[in-house]
């Protein structure tokens, strides 16, 4: 028998032997670890939605806040949130910056999907936020308000403009006046320009109740030819233009390039471009009808310097070096560099929010600012000895510098400058001196500048050159506060009618209070610098702001809906706390309906108890809805450093807001209290980073602080 055969025979013998034997159990026991036995406890506790009577308690909710793909994806959060709360709030995705897009449009493809998601599970979402300074697409609001380019066509007016120059209306029919037609001084775009003054009668109710014609404009029957004007009124008006020596004379237009002819375009407080073209020619020569009748009692304005007639066939007078310059049809830019890509946006992302851009991304400074470059070849080289000047708009993610520059096919170059870019559109004009005969391109160097560039309107040319005319036209007040109203509704009816079916309750303004001037509201004024999506409304429309919010979402919402305003640091500072509360009682002295406050509450375990407690009084004191709305509790050091003892007092203090907002704030008046952060925040957070500040771990191991929350709720919910 070999030595394996030994081994095998013995251990059969053994196994014989010992399973012959009776088991006897050992005569000790062994304590299991108190950790592992507090855990235990920790964890029998139920779900914490369990210790709500509903029938005491019956308007009370428990929430907590999450992201929206974490629930769409039914994964951990999805059952965390389903087995313990009553209502969702997401963080951030049905913000205006996260649904608003670079046009305007409002993209809620997720936020319906949440909604229903929600729906199907039985879950109720509150709607956060409506009306905030902060994540807002600041950009596209910012770009609304900027100055109105206009850059007059580069070819010969063939309208004659002198009898509106001189005042005199020399060769212009007024075919009816109405309430008057005069040419004004100073009330056209920008400054000291002139602009026709055209006022419709009290009855004015046809086109033709109001109208003025221009002299004979000689054309080319085979050309087309092209119709610039911009007009305002001071109170909402409609108009068209009719004609003479067309085969239809009254044709429907696509005035304002909206992509839908229509009969009539229609104005209003802000200038508005009316550009079209026309080639049904019947006549050698036409005349235009500016029929303004529709509306009575409205004062219309029409730009003299920008009111044009040209054929688009015909020779330019400014040779712009750089053809399509304003990227509407391409680029035909090239360009190298590192991780760098460039291209033509979206339409809508131009200066003005009009149009198409240029963009170059860059995601980090290179080493030399020529490592990252455009090129724009010309058609041929540029007369050594001239000037040439180049303007463009420009703006950038960040701030930073480019350097454009004429270049040779030696890389030899006149460069003009530095150009500095900031986050807001500017208009830049520079000019440089050809020093060769062999400068046959232009360059933009972006190694400098981290980030992406945006550029619009191109123009090189020759400093010699006459023609088209620059006007740049700021936007007042009035104009400022009626453009964001409009803005406005547009995101509060897309977004509250979209969340009709499922969102019972809205966080309708926040964080209106200033911290310094608690009794005022935020401004972006004296701050030295704001985020990128920041946008303060209030600087807008004034004092305002919430009343018309607070309408508009009365307006588009369910007539039960819940409203509520909600702001921060309230048991820190308890004179916000009643600069707050005097808001709320102005926005309700303007006619609009306030009906509750919320409290975030994002607070540590050193936070005053007495505060908190002479908060929940100045609120409870109100008669409105009271809402704990984001709920979170620091320690005051990381999840690394923090002890057994840091989390009992985090647990205690837990439990004392629950119990005083029980006890302080009467049961008709509690909306609910929802948790900001359920989970420890991770290092890499942007909220509190790297605090152990909610009821799970990252790991979703219940803390003794869901214990602490389930004891509140057992004691004061039931």
């Keep these: 028998m070999n030595q394996l055969h030994k081994i095998a025979a013995s251990f059969i013998t053994f196994v014989v032997i010992t399973s012959c034997s009776k088991y006897k159990a050992l005569d000790f026991n062994v304590d299991k670890p108190e950790s592992i036995a507090a855990q235990e406890d920790i964890d029998a506790y139920p779900a914490l939605k369990s210790y709500i009577n509903r029938v005491a308690q019956p308007g009370f909710k428990l929430g907590v806040a999450l992201g929206l793909q974490d629930y769409l994806d039914k994964g951990v959060m999805y059952r965390l949130a389903n087995r313990n709360f009553d209502e969702i709030v997401l963080g951030y995705e049905m913000k205006h910056g996260a649904v608003v897009q670079a046009d305007g449009s409002l993209n809620l493809v997720k936020v319906k999907s949440l909604l229903q998601t929600a729906a199907e599970s039985g879950m ?49 029919t007024l075919a009816n006046p109405g309430a008057g037609i005069l040419v004004a001084d100073g009330e056209g775009m920008g400054t000291g320009n002139k602009a026709i003054k055209l006022v419709s009668k009290g009855g004015s109710s046809a086109a033709t109740d109001l109208q003025l014609i221009t002299p004979h404009v000689a054309i080319n029957k085979t050309h087309k030819y092209e119709v610039v004007m911009y007009i305002k009124s001071d109170v909402p ?5 009719s004609f003479e020596g067309l085969n239809n004379n009254t044709p429907s237009v696509d005035w304002t390039k909206s992509g839908a002819p229509t009969a009539t375009f229609t104005t209003g407080i802000s200038w508005k471009e009316i550009r079209f073209t026309i080639d049904d020619f019947s006549t050698d020569n036409i005349k235009l009808h500016f029929d303004l009748g529709y509306k009575a009692g409205v004062t219309y304005y029409i730009d003299v310097n920008n009111l044009y007639v040209y054929d688009t066939q015909g020779a ?35 200066v003005g929010n009009k149009g198409k851009a240029f963009y170059v991304t860059n995601p980090a400074k290179a080493a030399n600012y020529w490592d990252v470059q455009t090129s724009y070849d010309f058609a041929a080289p540029l007369d050594n000895g001239e000037t040439y000047e180049l303007s463009f708009w420009v ?44 400068r046959t391109r232009l360059v933009f160097s972006y190694g400098e500048f981290a980030g992406t560039v945006y550029i619009d309107d191109v123009v090189l040319k020759n400093a010699k050159a006459t023609g088209g005319t620059t006007t740049i036209v700021e936007k007042t007040a009035a104009e400022k506060k009626y453009i964001l109203t409009a803005a406005l509704d547009k995101w509060m009816n897309g977004m509250v009618e979209a969340g009709k079916s499922t969102v019972k309750a809205w966080d309708v303004v926040n964080e209106p209070m200033d911290d310094n001037n608690p009794y005022e509201l935020k401004t972006a004024a ?63 002295s303007k006619g609009a309906k306030v009906d509750g406050i919320g409290t975030q509450m994002h607070i540590n375990t050193t936070t005053s ?69 359920p989970l420890d925040s991770r290092a890499n957070s942007s909220w509190r980073p790297g605090e152990p500040i909610g009821l799970w771990t990252e790991a979703f191991v219940r803390k003794l602080s869901y214990a602490a929350v389930a004891k509140a709720l057992e004691a004061n919910a039931k």
């Design 124 to 172: 109720q979402v509150y709607g956060h936020t409506l009306m905030w300074h902060a994540n807002q697409n600041a950009s596209y609001l910012k770009g609304l308000l900027s100055p109105l380019l206009v850059t007059s066509p580069a070819y010969q007016n063939d309208l004659n403009l002198a009898g509106l120059k001189d005042k005199s209306l020399a060769g212009w």
């Design 237 to 241: 008006g409609e108009g068209r233009i």
């Design 316 to 350: 330019p007078v400014v040779n712009n070096l750089v053809a399509n310059g304003d990227f509407e049809s391409g680029s035909g830019w090239g360009g190298w560099g590192g991780s760098s890509s460039r291209g033509v946006t979206a339409d809508g992302m131009g």
């Design 395 to 438: 703006k950038g993610t960040a701030e930073g510098v480019i350097r454009p520059e004429l270049q040779s096919a030696n890389y030899s170059s006149n460069g003009y400058g530095q150009v500095t870019v900031t986050t807001e559109w500017k208009q830049v004009s520079v000019a440089t001196t050809a020093t060769a005969a062999d």
């Design 526 to 588: 004296g701050r030295p610098s704001t985020a990128a999506d920041d946008f303060f409304w209030q600087d807008y429309l004034g004092k305002d702001y919430a009343v018309t919010a607070f309408k508009m979402a009365r307006q588009y919402g369910n007539a039960t809906d819940i409203h509520f305003i909600n702001d921060y640091n309230l048991e820190y500072s308890l004179d916000k706390c009643r600069g707050l509360i005097a808001y709320v009682n102005y926005i309700e």
């Design 609 to 677: 108890k007495e505060n908190i407690a002479e908060m929940f009084k100045l609120l409870a004191a109100t008669g409105k809805l009271i809402k704990v709305s984001e709920l979170d509790l620091g320690v005051g050091v990381k999840t690394t450093e923090a002890t057994a003892e840091h989390y009992k007092a985090q647990a205690d203090m837990y439990k004392y807001v629950i119990d005083k907002y029980f006890e302080l704030i009467p049961a008709k008046q509690r909306y609910g209290i929802t948790i900001w952060s």
